[in-house]
């Protein structure tokens, strides 16, 4: 059945014009079909179509299920990468993998410091319907690495460092907390800095390692997201 998103869901709903728009031309929507929406807080509804136009689809919908948010959500805190694709393709893998939340943060080696909120929020969206998961992951306002780790937000959980300094480290994968939220901070193409690592150590946050292998910031991010959803079924 075709996946629908609309952050506000009521019993007589009706799409925007992109969606009806959609659903009238390339779908081919017909009074009476089915369909399903979901509005990414854990409610999926069904919808029959009353109203079919191309400029405002009305469906009736009904309350199917009520799923409560994971109690043990991963925020990737992350600095985009040069390459905008490599970050889209990232946004769009985390959603499918069921990332709680996406924190990108600008560093002292970042080499981009411009978001693209919308566009990203519709990576997103895109993701929830087609991955058909009822919670959408939370794209939260970028901001400046030292601000991550001064703020009341990173305190909050359990928080880890990945780098690839030469240093002692444990393996995220082996200090995932089970059952309970945490975040990680995946450096920029270069890495963090040292200062950089060392603030976050000071602030209390632990610094681990993905593996042996140099990953890409993406793919590191991906690995992480993947090693926190394994980690639970510990």
Sequence with gaps: MRF????????????????SKHMVRVLRANTGDEFEIVDGR????????????????????????????PSAGLTLVIAPTKSTERFE????????????????????????KVSKDDRWNRILISALKQSKQLWLTELAPAMPWTDWVASENSQRSKGFVAHCEPTDKLHFFDEVPVGAPCWIGIGPEGDFTSVEIEMAQKAGFTPVSLGDQR????????????????????
Aim: hydrophobic share 40%; glycine share 4%.
């Design 215 to 234: 990953l890409r910031t993406e793919t590191a991010g991906l690995a992480a997201v993947q090693m926190h959803q394994l980690a639970q079924r510990r």
């Design 89 to 112: 393709w990232l946004l769009e893998k985390a959603m499918e993998y069921g990332a709680h939340r996406i924190q990108p943060i600008w560093t002292e080696r970042s080499e981009r």
């Design 42 to 69: 854990g409610r999926r509804y069904k919808g029959v179509l009353k109203e079919a136009n191309k400029r405002c689809c009305v469906l009736a919908t009904t309350l199917l299920e009520e799923v409560p948010a």
């Design 4 to 19: 629908f998103y609309a952050p506000e869901v009521s019993p007589l709903h009706q799409l925007d014009a992109d969606e």
